[in-house]
T-cell receptor
Framework: EDQVTQSPEALRLQEGESSSLNCSYTVSGLRGLFWYRQDPGKGPEFLFTLYSAGEEKEKERLKATLTKKESFLHITAPKPEDSATYLCAVRDPNTGNQFYFGTGTSLTVIP | DTAVSQTPKYLVTQMGNDKSIKCEQNLGHDTMYWYKQDSKKFLKIMFSYNNKELIINETVPNRFSPKSPDKAHLNLHINSLELGDSAVYFC??????????FGDGTRLSIL
């Protein structure tokens, strides 16, 4: 059973066109939901950690929110440099050492 | 200073060969991981070591053998390479409840 599902698989936005990426998860007893950004030819780069429903984190044009079943990554007025694949992961609540990743959303921002 | 470094960055080799990938982290983390990322960007955990002890060993062919000489290093040796082993292999490290830090990957191509 998939632990983490991300949608959409791909998203094309015009520069300045705000949107949201979704990450839904099925683990119970969440011990952390993580957002990463991955550029071509690079490893995932950590963006945010969220632990409890209602929590929000912001960084520049990005804001991550968390509910009991999903997380959203809101992108406000995106720029071409925001183009990347955004990955979501949850920590295994039983082991604490294992992380389950979604398949990512590939974001392209067109100038 | 690179936090998590992997070598080599690219590896092109023939089917049936044996190869190794090396990873080093200078973050002082106790836990290190190997992930395989397929063409659809899905990151699947292969192994995890905590203080040189193997703690996660997912369903991976026994042609893959990890080795951790100390907690800052985690190597991956692959015997009898097959076409299906072509992927990007990422090393990562983490400490307790903190997020993972990733290397930039080793792109393995089997001819």
């Amino acid at each position: 059973e998939d632990q983490v599902t991300q949608s959409p698989e791909a998203l094309r936005l015009q520069e300045g066109e705000s949107s949201s990426l979704n990450c839904s998860y099925t683990v119970s007893g969440l011990r952390g939901l993580f957002w990463y950004r991955q550029d071509p030819g690079k490893g995932p780069e950590f963006l945010f950690t969220l632990y409890s429903a209602g929590e929000e984190k912001e960084k520049e044009r990005l804001k991550a929110t968390l509910t009991k079943k999903e997380s959203f990554l809101h992108i406000t007025a995106p720029k071409p440099e925001d183009s990347a694949t955004y990955l979501c992961a949850v920590r295994d609540p039983n082991t604490g050492n294992q992380f389950y990743f979604g398949t990512g959303t590939s974001l392209t921002v067109i100038p | 200073d690179t936090a998590v470094s992997q070598t080599p960055k690219y590896l092109v080799t023939q089917m049936g060969n044996d190869k190794s990938i090396k990873c080093e982290q200078n973050l002082g983390h106790d836990t290190m991981y190997w992930y395989k990322q397929d063409s659809k960007k899905f990151l699947k955990i292969m192994f995890s070591y905590n203080n040189k002890e193997l703690i996660i060993n997912e369903t991976v062919p026994n042609r893959f053998s990890p080795k951790s000489p100390d907690k800052a290093h985690l190597n991956l040796h692959i015997n009898s390479l097959e076409l299906g082993d072509s992927a990007v292999y990422f090393c990562a490290s983490s400490q307790e409840s903190q997020p993972q830090h990733f290397g930039d990957g080793t792109r393995l191509s089997i001819l």
